[in-house]
C-alpha cells in the first residue's frame, strides 16, 4: 500500500512533518510536529501545528496516531497541541526511558520527573505493528542518532527521523549522549535492507551545496547509490571514520536546551511554579 504522504516544511528548524493517511480511508498520523518557539524571548507560537490541524480538519482525516521518530534536539514537538486538538496516540520508541535517565540528571530533574516513558501512550518496540485505519505501519529501531530512533515503515514509505538525509547531505550526527556511529552504520543498513522502491522520507533538509530547493522525500536505490556518507558500498570502518570527525567539528543545535526538556516529556512543559509560570534549565558546562 502506498499512503498519501503531505510534507510541511518549518524553514526556522529545518523540519519536516509529515501527515501520513491511508488512501482507502479518513485515518492518518502525524510524524515529528512542531511547537514555534522564540528562545530570545522564551515565547511560544502554533502557526505550524495550526498548519497541520487546518489541512487535517479540510480534508476530513481522523488523526489514529502523533508518532515521534526520537527525542528531538532542534525543535519542540507540538504533539499535546495536536492532540488536544484532534485527539490520536503520541508513540515512541521503548528506549525513551535511556534519553530520560541521561537527560534528566543533565536538568537535574530530582524524582519528580518520571523517566519510565509514561508521559507518551505508546512505546514501541522493533518488530511493533500498528494500524493507522486499514493501514499498517512497521517499527523498526534504528538508533545511532540517540538511543531511541525508530524508522516508522508504513505500506511503501520509510520515516527515517534523522537516521538519513537526502543522498547529497548524508547521515546524522552521532556526538550526542547516548549517540553512536558504529550503531548508526548498523540502523542505515537495517533501512537499506528495504526494497529498493521503498520511499525514505527524511526529518530535516538543509539543501546540500550546489541544491536551490528544500527536498525531503528520496528512495532506498538511490540512498544506496548517491548518499554522500554511506552510499556506494562504503565500509563500516569509513563511515565511522568520517562521522566521527564530521561529528568533533559541529556545533550544537540552537535549540537543544529547549528542545531536550520538552520533547523527553512528550511535548509538554515542565510544571508550572505556584504562580503558574513556567521555567526551562540552562545547565552550564554540561552538554
Known amino acids: 500500500m502506498a499512503p498519501d504522504v503531505t510534507a510541511f516544511f518549518d ?3 529545518n523540519t519536516v512533518s509529515y501527515v501520513v493517511a491511508d488512501p482507502n480511508g479518513r485515518s492518518c498520523a502525524i510524524i515529528d510536529s512542531v511547537l514555534d518557539f522564540d528562545y530570545a524571548s522564551g515565547n511560544t507560537d502554533t502557526a505550524s501545528a495550526d498548519d497541520i490541524i487546518a489541512f487535517v480538519k479540510e480534508n476530513d482525516l481522523t488523526v489514529d496516531w502523533l508518532l515521534e521518530t526520537h527525542v528531538h534536539a532542534d525543535h519542540l514537538s507540538a504533539a499535546p497541541y495536536l492532540q488536544d486538538a484532534l485527539g490520536g496516540k503520541i508513540g515512541i ?10 537527560f534528566g540528571k543533565v ?20 518488530g511493533d505493528v500498528f494500524m493507522i485505519g486499514q493501514m499498517r505501519g512497521n517499527v523498526m529501531h534504528t538508533p545511532g542518532h540517540t538511543p531511541a530512533c525508530l524508522t516508522y515503515v508504513i505500506g511503501d514509505a520509510a520515516f527515517v527521523g534523522d537516521t538519513l538525509f537526502m543522498p547529497d547531505f548524508g547521515t546524522a550526527r552521532c556526538d550526542f549522549p547516548g549517540g553512536s556511529s558504529q550503531m548508526l552504520f548498523q ?3 537495517k533501512i537499506l535492507s528495504l526494497p529498493d522502491e521503498t520511499r525514505i522520507f527524511v526529518g530535516h533538509d538543509y539543501k546540500a551545496p550546489g541544491r ?17 556518507h554511506i552510499g556506494d558500498g562504503a565500509s563500516k570502518a569509513e563511515f565511522v571514520e568520517m562521522r566521527d570527525a564530521r561529528d568533533a567539528t559541529l556545533a ?13 516529556r512528550a511535548g509538554n512543559m515542565p510544571e508550572p511554579d505556584e504562580k503558574g509560570d513556567v521555567f526551562l534549565k540552562v545547565p552550564i ?3
Open 11 to 13: 524553514e526556522a528548524t
Open 93 to 102: 520508541g521503548d528506549r525513551i526511558t535511556v534519553v530520560q535517565d541521561t
Open 107 to 126: 536538568f537535574n530533574e530530582g524524582t519528580e520527573f518520571q523517566r519510565d516513558g509514561s508521559q507518551f501512550d505508546q512505546l514501541f518496540v522493533e
Open 187 to 189: 540502523s542505515i543498513q
Open 212 to 228: 536551490e530547493e528544500f527536498a525531503w522525500e528520496t528512495t532506498v536505490a538511490a540512498q544506496k547509490a548517491e548518499n554522500v
Open 252 to 264: 550544537k543545535p540552537k535549540l537543544i536546551i529547549p528542545s531536550l526538556q520538552v520533547n523527553m
Open 285 to 287: 558546562n554540561k552538554l
